[in-house]
């Protein structure tokens, strides 16, 4: 029987939901570290869990394992220990190596976690990769805009996704965001060319170095255009055939990108632009499952459970490569207005016009505060066998569905 430890701090939906594939995986025993009360779980998950541990801070290496040793003591020396957010990846791999864990070592998780690291590694192998800078100083920040012009992108080394990125189109928004967010050596800032195309992401895994599997989406526009302008409606399309030529650029530069970070097991998540002469730029790549539903649209396209398959994989180094018989995509719905969720209108159309296609959603409630992220206050997922009804029925969907906040 494997030990596995799983590393939850928070009871959030999708946490819930990866820990109870994980707690349902034959052939394991599941210890459990969290900063929740144990007793908020429900009780079919708490039933297939071993043991809990609950600690004041899921981050702190020291004590992530000292709980994990507790666990051991209980149920036996942990094989594996994981958890599926991004801030617990360095912290998880620092636990393995300090226990004898197989797993993403230290360096290999700094190299994903610190994105300014990370871009440097990928420049220095060759591969494809928006101009960069970490930036300490007002002065630092004059040279990178003279050798790379404005737009620019602002981003901590350490985000994840488009949170706490800004775009500056000129001197004077430069200056401002220097004076509200001052830089240091201490505190650098990511400074990024502005990448003008196409953005998408390359979901994948790899076992032993080898790639097993991926999986290519597009974003309709890019996230950071859905932060800049609320009025917009995020659409996410995964297109059924992701084996065609356009996508082979992607796909020698990803894995190539993989290898050179120094990942050997595991499940990533790549945001890539192509730009309008074709070629392609990576973002930025992170060692864990994708957000904003993207690990439920990739199990909708294959018509498998990619969260039992993440737990498999991190568990057992197994992930069998499924076929991709559907095209799936999210629209993403967002308050237009300001307050709280007032309204919904148009759902008698939606169900009307685009019923049978609709294989998920999740509507907000009236009184229900707005998000003020690009996921916005609720989702719908369409799912078909071709790509151009999926296209066409989130094209429809924006338009029909209003979230009026007030």
């Not at 946490?15 to 210890?31: I, K």
């Not at 003008?196 to 991926?214: A, T």
Request: proline share 7%; glycine share 10%.
């Amino acid at each position: 029987m494997r030990k596995i430890v799983f590393v939850a701090p928070y009871f959030l939906p999708t946490t819930l939901r990866f820990l109870e594939e994980a707690a349902g995986l034959t052939g394991a025993h599941l210890g459990l570290v969290t900063q929740e009360d144990p007793r908020k779980l429900p009780d079919r998950l708490r039933s297939k869990i071993g043991s809990v541990v609950s600690v004041e801070n899921c981050l702190d290496p020291g004590t992530l394992e000292g709980a994990t040793r507790t666990i051991g003591e209980e149920m036996g020396k942990t094989d594996r220990i994981f958890g599926p957010l991004e801030e617990l990846q360095v912290p998880l791999a620092e636990v393995r190596e300090s226990l004898g864990i197989t797993g993403m070592d230290r360096e290999t998780a700094r190299n994903f976690r610190d994105k300014a690291r990370m871009k440097t590694i990928l420049s220095d192998a060759g591969l494809p990769c928006a101009g960069h800078g970490l930036v300490g100083s007002a002065n630092e920040a004059g040279r990178f805009v003279a050798e790379f012009g404005f737009p620019i992108v602002v981003k901590p080394p350490a985000g994840s996704g488009a949170r706490s990125t800004f775009r500056i189109e000129n001197e004077s928004s430069l200056q401002d965001y220097l004076q509200t967010h001052p830089p240091s050596p201490g505190s650098p800032t990511l400074f990024e060319e502005f990448v003008v195309g196409e953005e998408h992401s390359f979901d994948s895994i790899l076992i032993g170095g080898r790639p097993i599997w991926y999986s290519v989406s597009r974003y309709y526009p890019t996230p950071l255009e859905v932060l800049e302008n609320p009025w917009i409606q995020w659409v996410v399309v995964l297109p059924r055939a992701v084996d065609q030529p356009k996508y082979e650029p992607i796909r020698a530069a990803a894995f190539d990108s993989l290898r050179a970070l120094g990942l050997v097991t595991g499940l990533t998540h790549m945001e890539w632009f192509r730009r309008p002469d074709g070629s392609v730029a990576i973002s930025e790549v992170a060692a864990r499952p994708p957000g904003a539903q993207f690990t439920t649209l990739i199990s909708y396209a294959h018509d498998i459970n990619l969260y039992r398959g993440w737990a498999e994989l991190m568990a057992f180094d197994r992930f069998d490569r499924p076929a991709r018989p559907y095209a799936c995509g999210a629209a993403f719905l967002r308050g237009q207005g300001q307050g709280r969720v007032k309204a919904i209108r148009g759902l008698d159309r939606v169900k009307s016009e685009l019923g049978p296609l609709v294989v998920e959603a999740k509507l907000p409630k009236e009184g229900q505060s707005a998000s003020g992220t690009y996921e916005g206050e609720g989702y719908v997922i369409i799912r078909h066998p071709e790509t151009a009804v999926v296209e066409e029925a989130l094209k429809k969907l924006v338009t029909m569905i209003r979230i009026e906040l007030g």
